[in-house]
């Protein structure tokens, strides 16, 4: 089973600042990963997939990078509907999620 | 547009099987190159896949879970379920369903249905 490993755990960022996000493989799952954005009592919402292709509706400010093993989520100017939880998903194999990353309002 | 909604018990007693179903409108079941899936979230936790179920019948599951659980469609209904058997405390989250395209990431999620294993 592929693990996915996030990075960090928390994230505490000003508004209008840049937050990177990071999602480690435990072996390579190719581009075949994605980004979720989850708000409290909310349901998941898909951000990225493709590792690097916006879905419908998401903004430019959203942008992901990697392959193989090595991704990175960047939120380029932290809105306040941004502070939630990410997480990064594999789908190369089966599917397994990263244990996420919480972004909070420094 | 296409909608997913979660319907079940929301109280299951340990050593019970939990049964979930998940409403699919606004788009067939059926549709080649969708499948569908089951996640779960118990309280304050992450993310966990269950399993997923292709428009052609196909399943697979987590190698944690395998053993217990079995997805079905039911193309009449435009539904798809989930049985997860012998179930305990550690089985208590919010239960989700999503849909894939071309095995792609999950682009649409239902809202999640709370389901407690309590006697």
């Known amino acids: 089973e592929i693990v996915m490993t996030q990075s960090p755990a928390t994230l505490s960022v000003s508004p209008g600042e840049r937050a990177t996000l990071s999602c480690r493989a435990s072996q390579s799952v190719s581009s075949n990963l994605a980004w979720y954005q989850q708000k409290p009592g909310q349901a998941p919402r898909l951000l990225i997939s493709?590792?690097?292709t916006r879905a419908t509706g998401i903004p430019d400010r959203f942008s992901g990078s990697g392959s193989g093993t090595e991704f990175t989520l960047t939120i380029s100017s932290l809105q306040s509907e941004d502070f939630a939880v990410y997480y990064c998903?594999?789908?190369?194999?089966?599917?397994?999620f990263g244990q996420g990353t919480k972004v909070e309002i420094k | 547009q296409l909608q997913l909604q979660e319907s079940g018990p929301g109280l299951v007693k340990p050593s019970e099987t939990l049964s979930l179903t998940c409403t699919v409108s606004g788009g067939s079941i059926s549709s080649s190159g969708y499948y569908w899936g089951w996640i779960r979230q118990p309280p304050g936790k992450g993310l966990e896949w269950i399993g997923v179920?292709?428009?052609?019948?196909?399943?697979y599951y987590s190698p944690s879970i395998k053993s217990r659980a079995a997805i079905s469609l039911d193309t009449s209904k435009n539904q798809f379920s989930l049985k997860l058997t012998s179930v305990t405390a550690a089985d208590t989250a919010v239960y989700y369903c999503?849909?894939?395209?071309?095995?792609?990431?999950?682009?649409?999620w239902g809202q999640g249905t709370m389901v407690t294993v309590s006697s």
């Open positions: 999503a849909r894939g395209v071309n095995n792609d990431a999950f682009d649409i």
């Open positions: 179920i292709y428009y052609s019948g196909s399943t």
């Open positions: 493709g590792a690097s």
């Open positions: 998903q594999q789908y190369n194999t089966w599917r397994t």
